[in-house]
């Protein structure tokens, strides 16, 4: 254990929460064996705390995914990965600060904060996830997708060690992750916002596009502006070049197509670009007049007529196997396994 003297990541979000949360001591639930150390989980620990504002919640913060210890990453300007995750899960009715929080925030952050170990997507505030499932594992609720936010309560800070930033995940129904992909994650949280004070995650509620002033919102913002979703974040990207020049095989995990076909029908079908970021690897999607695939081993960039757009987005289905979409590419859907909130295996796609 080291000591306070290297501890200044540490100390810097401590410091933070005691600005959010005066006076309130938290619950901190360690990890019994460190990442480094070849345990199963990244964050070194999670705290909690109780909050009566907005309405009355569990407060979940991370410890790990910037440098907690001394600085040993090349860039003075960030922390590590640059941000610790949040959570705020509303309290069950009648739950006072004396009652202990739920454990399962916990382990959704872990999940979290392995994907990032694990591919190298940093999260950042507008970005998008599927959970595959409840975010709440064992329990019933819609919430099955998650959009990050900067935590209203913690502003970015600097540390010793560099930037901080506190990032939030906020559980969101299938109805509103399909707006966010027709329109914006910005946009569609804009709408929510008085609906969700302080973004706490009400695992009861229901989905928020049933109000029909919301729905309106929605409606009348993906008219005016269209699809601003230009990001999707991967497990899978590679790509193979082919036996024919200039010709590419992309593979993709088939957990993941299905969006993909969704996102190219609003993004191209708009005259927009869409990238696809995998854990080394950033692939390129343009629309163009003729096919093309140009790049190099980690970044391509790939123009598609509307022709063979719509092929691809014909042979973009769950299902293993390879398919020729024109002269210069193909696509190669492998085998998937879809893990809930804790990591563990739900199923097998493809």
């Known amino acids: 254990m080291k000591d306070d003297n290297g501890t200044p990541g540490?100390?810097?979000?401590?410091?933070?929460?005691?600005a959010?949360?005066?006076?309130?001591?938290?619950?901190?639930?360690?990890?019994?064996?460190?990442?480094?150390?070849?345990?199963?989980d990244p964050l070194d620990g999670v705290s909690v705390y109780w909050s009566g504002q907005g309405r009355p919640h569990w407060h979940y913060v991370s410890y790990g995914l910037s440098e907690l210890f001394d600085k040993e990453s090349d860039d003075a300007e960030v922390s590590g990965f640059g941000f610790e995750l949040t959570f705020r899960l509303a309290a069950a009715e009648g739950s006072t600060e004396a009652?202990?929080?739920?454990?399962?925030?916990?382990?959704?952050?872990?999940n979290l904060a392995r994907y990032v170990f694990q591919t190298g997507?940093?999260?950042?505030?507008?970005?998008?996830?599927?959970?595959?499932?409840?975010?709440?594992?064992?329990?019933?609720?819609?919430?099955?997708?998650?959009?990050?936010?900067?935590?209203?309560?913690?502003?970015?800070?600097?540390?010793?060690?560099?930037?901080?930033?506190f990032l939030q995940a906020v559980g969101l129904t299938d109805g509103e992750h399909g707006a966010i992909l027709a329109w914006s994650t910005a946009g569609v949280l804009k709408a929510l916002e008085p609906t969700m004070p302080l973004w706490i995650t009400d695992l009861d509620r229901a989905c928020a596009l049933s109000d029909a002033d919301v729905a309106a919102r929605i409606a009348a913002g993906t008219q005016a502006q269209?699809?601003?979703?230009?990001?999707?974040?991967?497990?899978?990207?590679?790509?193979q070049d082919a036996g024919d020049p200039g010709a590419t095989t992309l593979v993709l995990g088939a957990g993941q197509v299905e969006r993909l076909r969704e996102l190219l029908e609003v993004r191209l079908g708009a005259g927009l670009p869409l990238e696809i970021v995998g854990?080394?690897?950033?692939?390129?999607?343009?629309?163009?007049?003729?096919?093309?695939?140009?790049?190099?081993?980690l970044q391509r960039i790939c123009v598609l007529s509307p022709g063979t757009c719509a092929r691809l987005q014909q042979a973009l289905r769950p299902v293993a196997g390879v398919a020729r979409i024109s002269g210069v590419l193909s696509i190669d859907i492998r085998r998937s396994c879809l893990r809930d909130s804790e990591g563990k295996p739900l199923r097998f796609i493809g």
Not at 20 to 37: K, M, Y
Not at 121 to 148: K, S, Y
Not at 226 to 239: D, N, R
């Open 226 to 239: 269209g699809a601003a979703t230009g990001l999707l974040l991967v497990e899978m990207l590679e790509w």
């Open 279 to 297: 854990p080394q690897k950033r692939w390129m999607f343009e629309p163009g007049e003729r096919d093309r695939v140009q790049g190099d081993d």
């Open 99 to 110: 009652d202990a929080p739920p454990t399962w925030p916990m382990s959704l952050l872990q």
């Open 10 to 18: 540490w100390d810097a979000i401590s410091q933070a929460l005691c």
């Open 20 to 40: 959010a949360h005066p006076g309130q001591v938290p619950r901190h639930f360690g990890t019994a064996l460190p990442w480094t150390l070849g345990g199963k």
């Open 121 to 165: 997507n940093v999260l950042e505030a507008g970005h998008h996830l599927d959970a595959n499932g409840p975010i709440a594992a064992g329990h019933a609720t819609a919430l099955r997708h998650l959009a990050f936010v900067d935590d209203p309560q913690l502003p970015s800070r600097e540390t010793p060690n560099g930037r901080l930033q």
